[in-house]
């Protein structure tokens, strides 16, 4: 059974609620007919809105949609979480939300789930918190390399092209040795790894990529994920 993660750098439902390009793709890895998908929006401190973006969207597509707030009264996780086929996370504070999460222990539920063969995805917060490192936004001040849950092998940054700090930042942590190598993904694209490798970068909104970036001969280089593009 392969252990999925499908990590996007920005846009989806958060942005266009009812496209529902990359979210159909989400849908479609999970091998289950009428797949059960989470929303898990805690990085937004269970955001209303976001949660309207969400069932808006997938309400739309065959599956069928819940979500968990640990803002107000928490289900039992474990019951909740294993009855998956997809998890999704939301974007926001990344810091913030695996602060919570460890003070519930959902990391190591979700780490069950996944080694079981649910498929974790989402987006910003929710794309680089599988991953060993991410590059965040948490701080107000500046960008900052944050330990994540290392479900999947490597280090992630999103909205690579739509944020004008984030490539400068990625070289600097590189070349000081912060990282050794990254993923970074353009919003309007998504990373989809299998089993630690890359299966395919997926670019749901313009052409759009995704990169591993790391040090070569004492100059950081960016090298291009394979990528399909959907519609």
Sequence with gaps: MDKQVIAIGGGGFGRNPG??????????????????????????????????????????LNCNPTHLDFFKRTPDLEKLIFSQ????????????MLSVWREWDL??????????????????????????????????????VLDCLGFVKGNCCPHYDEEHERR?????????????????VEGGCALHMKNDNVYSA???????????VNLQNESVKENICPVKRIT
């Design 19 to 60: 496209n529902g390009i990359i979210d159909k793709y989400i849908l479609d890895q999970c091998g289950a007919k009428i797949p059960n998908i989470c929303f898990i929006p805690t990085a937004t401190g269970d955001d209303e809105t976001y949660k309207v973006s969400f069932y808006s969207t997938y309400a739309k």
């Design 85 to 96: 086929d997809i998890i999704f996370v939301g974007g926001g504070n990344t810091k913030s």
């Design 107 to 144: 990391h190591n539920i979700l780490k069950k789930a996944y080694n079981n063969g649910v498929v974790m995805s989402g987006v910003s917060a929710g794309a680089i918190c599988w991953f060993e490192k991410g590059i965040t936004d948490s701080w107000a001040d500046n960008l900052n």
């Design 168 to 184: 400068p930042s990625l070289f600097k942590f590189i070349k000081e040795g912060q990282l050794l190598d990254c993923y970074a």
């Design 202 to 212: 997926i670019s749901f909104h313009g052409k759009k990529n995704s990169y591993y």
